[in-house]
């Protein structure tokens, strides 16, 4: 071998050898940076969520956290074995304060739409709801949502919510009165001072549940929308963590209802071995729903 093709080895082995340098810094970074390492380091986990969405998310007697959701965050804890610290906010600084580092993830009911994607990153779907309509009484005999694209109708809706968003694409030609609180829309709908509230299906009839006497809703969804976990983006290890936790969750692949489950979850014993997502589901779906229409 000439001198010449002795240094285009060397330098070809060099060139290897910094990619690979270069390769194992770069993945090493993206380690330690993931907040996936940081949880583990932390030995805490901090969720963001909001309260006050039946039955997911809500607040029990005492004041502790409760719901679907928050059975969810603390499944997803104690898989990471870690502490679980809930962080409760507003519904409007919900996903800002994820976007600044508030904390590691918001689960919340939140839909996967197309425009939140644009600034949070968001887990393969865990649930999936539509939007219904609660319906006042002084607006008898709607039979289909589409009965309420109507100018003579006025529609109260959360702000920037899914439903704020289905309302003026779909009931454009009503009155869309925009609100900040779930239980001011609802009060106004009781009321009569709003013919009917846009919002989530299983929400809407717990407040069938709450005022039999003044509402109505029917059985119809004008959407339907895949939820998930939302966290920042550019971190592919936790995201391809929680995809993991969420596909073995909903096919019970490994997360199976167990004795321990029945205990600290109260779910019902007849579920053991089945998926725990089931377990729940029936808990808060069918059981505690039911228990707040008996009150």
Same mark, same amino acid.
């Given at each position: 071998?000439t ?13 290897? @050898?910094?990619?690979?340098?270069l ?6 970074g ?5 907040v @996936? ?5 932390? %030995? ?12 997911? !998310?809500?607040?029990? !007697?005492?004041?502790?956290?409760i ?7 603390r +499944? ?17 600084? @919900? ?10 993830l918001?689960?919340?009911? +939140? ?12 887990? *393969? ?40 968003l ?23 709908v ?8 846009l919002?989530?299906?299983? @929400?809407?009839?717990?407040y069938?549940?709450k ?13 339907? !929308? ?12 936790? +995201? ?19 004795? !321990? ?12 071995? *089945? ?5 729940l ?8 729903? %039911?228990?707040?229409?008996r009150?």
């Amino acid at each position: 071998m000439t001198g010449k093709g002795v240094w285009k080895g060397l330098l070809v082995g060099l060139s290897i @050898l910094l990619l690979s340098v270069l390769a194992f810094g770069q993945t090493q970074g993206l380690i330690d940076d993931s907040v @996936l390492t940081k949880v583990l380091d932390r %030995g805490a986990l901090k969720v963001g969520t909001n309260l006050g969405y039946v039955p997911y !998310e809500m607040m029990d !007697e005492r004041g502790n956290a409760i719901g679907f959701d928050i059975d969810l965050a603390r +499944l997803v804890a104690e898989e990471l074995g870690v502490e679980l610290q809930l962080v409760i906010v507003d519904w409007q600084g @919900l996903l800002a304060g994820l976007t600044v580092g508030k904390y590691d993830l918001v689960i919340c009911g +939140l839909g996967r739409t197309l425009e939140r994607a644009k600034r949070l990153a968001f887990t *393969k779907p865990y649930d999936s709801i539509g939007q219904s309509a609660l319906i006042s009484n002084r607006l008898p005999g709607i039979t289909n949502l589409e009965e309420l694209n109507s100018p003579d109708v006025t529609i109260a809706v959360m702000q920037g919510t899914t439903g704020h968003l289905a309302a003026e694409r779909l009931l454009s030609k009503a009155q869309i009165r925009q609100l900040t609180e779930r239980e001011e829309a609802a009060m106004l709908v009781a009321q009569g001072r709003v013919d009917a509230m846009l919002f989530d299906a299983p @929400l809407v009839r717990f407040y069938t549940y709450k005022y039999p006497d003044t509402t109505y809703m029917v059985d119809q969804v004008l959407t339907y !929308e895949p939820l998930g976990f939302a966290l920042r983006w550019g971190d592919p290890m936790w +995201l391809g963590w929680l995809d993991l936790f969420v596909e073995n969750l909903t096919s019970g692949a490994f997360l199976e209802t167990t004795d !321990e489950v029945v205990d600290k979850y109260g779910v019902d014993p007849s579920f053991l071995g *089945k998926p725990i997502y089931e377990a729940l589901k029936h808990k808060w779906f069918e059981v505690w729903m %039911g228990e707040q229409a008996r009150q």
